[in-house]
DNA sequence: AAAATTTGTCTATTGATATAGACAATTATA
DNA sequence: TATAATTGTCTATATCAATAGACAAATTTT
């Protein structure tokens, strides 16, 4: 009755294993609420009856998530879910990481993990409006919450106005406190772009993903309040933990 | 130099084949713009030592591509880019599937797949503010753009108020259109959760994908404009040919 | 205490995935 | 026209993924 919800469809020949589309699906039915924390799986045959394959396939999945630190298999007694929900990420004009999260975690950071300066690329002088090759700085961030990964971000800024923000960030591991200090105290995000793709082995490494996984990917241009350009940004966010919200009031301009 | 771009970095023992593996970061790359249409792959011997794999093994992804529609391959020549980048969706208040891609289509509609009645479940209920069990009309559709697939909706309507909305889907094809027949002149989405997934096998089917292609979903409400919930959807965009993009303009309320 | 349920481990076999090498067929280039 | 570059096809072999069956180990139920 529990598992009613776990869709029970599968391809074959797909260049997909068997066994990681079975943990795919009990990952999604975790993470939109079909078991709650402690609940206990369908027993291993069940399972290997519904998605019409072997025991070993099934135990295949199951061992991933074992490894994963989703599951929790126990001799005799069965399989439980560990890990809670997705967390839910708002998203629009006023996008924070920090305070997006309030109330979903007792804690949470950005940690800035590169800085480099480089010369801008097209897409990235398109859209801070400068020359191509004109000097940008590059931050490498990733997001924490409750000492999880849930967010991998590279943003680009111009170096020449934003001299230093790769020190403010480190120090305060935020980009608003570090804007601050550039005289910018409010700033909006003009466009938001959303994609899909495989995660990439960096982004698995960095967000401790296991092969396969799904990010979200979101590139956006953050603008001052009159408009102009200050720093653009792709933002990968694994789709197992954490999914994006757009709210009436986060979509409303100010 | 023009596969500059091209990630190079694939997993092995991951459950996901090495030639799907190349076969979604060749997708990637031509959805983001890094190949033009009718530009040439690099030779199928400089992808085998880039990526650090036999010659056959790209070949199965290119041929996958090939079967896909996206690649075309001609003997002594080369591999060439088919299929145009993907289609950006808007995504806000007021998002409306006709109007969101005009200028980027000749063509675009919805298709009725299918209706039913059925009683409400949990979720349903409570984003449309029923009684859990409650009759609710379910319409199944698909979203076409120059005769591509690019939606799969699912929507949930309160049966009592919307007698008939099914019907009128069918004729004009529009939930804009097919609202106004219940006096409905205009109407705002109220929130939008964003996820990404795996295609299951019926989505597969209906938006003609390949096995282990990602799907973005949405999961939506639409009130009216003093707040009371229309309509509960949830959609499924093929992450290969369509992107979702919120625009300051577009996250506006009215 | 006995029986039933459930996960853990082992062996064996089959099919899909990946590697390796050779050579043919077609097109572009020197 | 010869040469080089590129895709197409074939054979062979090794490794991973999946199936099949049997039984052990731990836990819960009767």
Partial sequence: MIAQQLASSIERRSGVSLWRQIADQILHAIAIG?????????PEMALAERYGVNRHTVRSAIAALVQDGVLRAEQGRGTFVLSRKRLSYPIGARTRFSTGLQGQTSERHILLLASTVEPASRRVAEALGLARGADVIRLETRGEADGRPVSRATAWFDAQRFAGIDAAMAETGSVTA???????NDYLRQSTVLSARHADAADLADLDLQPGAIVLVTVAVNVTLDGQPIQFSESRFPAERVELRLSANDQAMP
């Fill in 34 to 42: 079909d078991f709650a924390e402690n609940a206990a799986l369908p």
């Fill in 178 to 184: 570090s804007l601050k200090r550039f005289a910018i």
